[in-house]
């Protein structure tokens, strides 16, 4: 068993053991029958449609002897997809640990502004910056969950466990005469939890808070376009971040939401790899410490 999945089912035995007490107590509750209807949290059916819009700013620093060496900053735009599966109960995949199935996918563009240095042989160096660099980022992530309804049925808490791919391209390419591209590639465990509460007039408010395991990274330096040899480097430690709050107008046949976020990676240095051979040369070389800071907003409908 993962650390992921030990920590996933520790949570999903607190909020069962929370909701059976609050089940209990709430048996205890006469109540008016219309008050209690309308302050339930909106049943969700069987599939789950998100769709949304957003827009971030994101800052990435690679560190090198505890100083900052390379920034990047800009803006990224892009599109969110959720698909949600809540099989119904009697289903083989509604369990006393899972019931919420979800699949999310993201693509976003932006333009970023470099500022760094050129290195040369002799340890020297000098300042170099290039502006309007094409960034490309896709994201897929593969969720499992398990719903807890609490205070008379409106309000909701989600734990959920999955596994996460991102890849972000930074085609610097076109920035010559030092510019090259690079993709850099993360495997991924998200583990976290979603709360969601019934207000009034057909509103909810939610949060997300999560904390993301990282397996895997690999960095591959186009160098090649520079005439160097082209180099992967592998990364193994680091970890993630990501909250968000949500606003949700809930209707009959559509929900629409806004929903700022915070998104976080540190990663440490990667191990030291060689290059393909240039000229019947190898060189080798490690990618440095890194962190970025994303802050930005959903704007969607959920059907």
Partial sequence: MSLAQAIYIFVILICSSIAAQAAGERDLIIQNDMDNAEKQIHEKSEWDLTLSTEASTIKYVEHVLGTTFIKELGSMYGINAVLTYHPAVGNALNTEISDVYRLEAMFTYGKMDYRGA????????????????????????????????????????????????????????????????RRIQYIYAPIGAEIMTKLNDGWSIGADAEYDIFVRGFVTSYLGEIGLGDITNTQKGGYGLRGSVKLVKNSDHFNLFIEPYVRFWDIHASRWDSSTPFNGYFFIAEEPANTSFEIGGKLGIEF
């Fill in 118 to 181: 050129i290195q040369y042989s002799d340890g020297s160096s000098s300042p170099e910056s290039f502006d309007g660099i094409s960034d490309y980022m896709v994201e897929i992530r593969d969720l499992v969950g398990k719903d807890f309804n609490f205070n008379r049925q409106s309000t909701r808490l989600t734990p959920y466990i999955g596994a996460g791919y991102r890849s972000l391209f930074d085609a610097s390419f076109a920035n010559k005469p030092f510019g090259y591209d």
